[in-house]
Nanobody
């Protein structure tokens, strides 16, 4: 079974940092995209950070310079380091991959995301 599980969310004051982890299981390799998405109430789901199949990284405009995505292949885990957090970063954060065989509903570059975690809540207070 292919799945991803997020952890590390919580509450933090503006300007603080938080590190999210996405543990992957099943058949997920470097040829699959991995990404962090987020969605705040009443807003569209937004791509936060993408690790593409060629190793390239893409960040959403709103998080450039503040967030970074990286992976630990030995632990089958991808991380999202979030610094200089702002109240507008408050959202449910999801890890996603393209390793499944489901219908994809979200796309980023050439990646078709069809495996999603349950989400982890990040709340940033002013």
């Amino acid at each position: 079974q292919v799945q991803v599980v997020e952890s590390g969310g919580g509450s933090v004051e503006a300007g603080g940092s938080l590190k999210l982890a996405c543990e992957t299981s099943g058949y997920i390799t470097s040829r699959h995209c991995l990404a962090w998405w987020r969605q705040a109430p009443g807003k569209e789901r937004e791509g936060v950070a993408l690790l593409d199949t060629d190793g390239s990284i893409t960040y959403g405009d709103s998080v450039k310079g503040r967030f970074s995505i990286f992976k630990d292949t030995a632990k089958n885990t991808v991380y999202l380091q979030m610094n200089s957090l702002k109240p507008e970063d408050t959202a449910m954060y999801y890890c996603a991959s393209t390793a499944g065989s489901n219908d994809a509903t979200y796309y980023w570059r050439e990646c078709r995301f069809d495996v999603w975690g349950q989400g982890t809540q990040v709340t940033v207070s002013s």
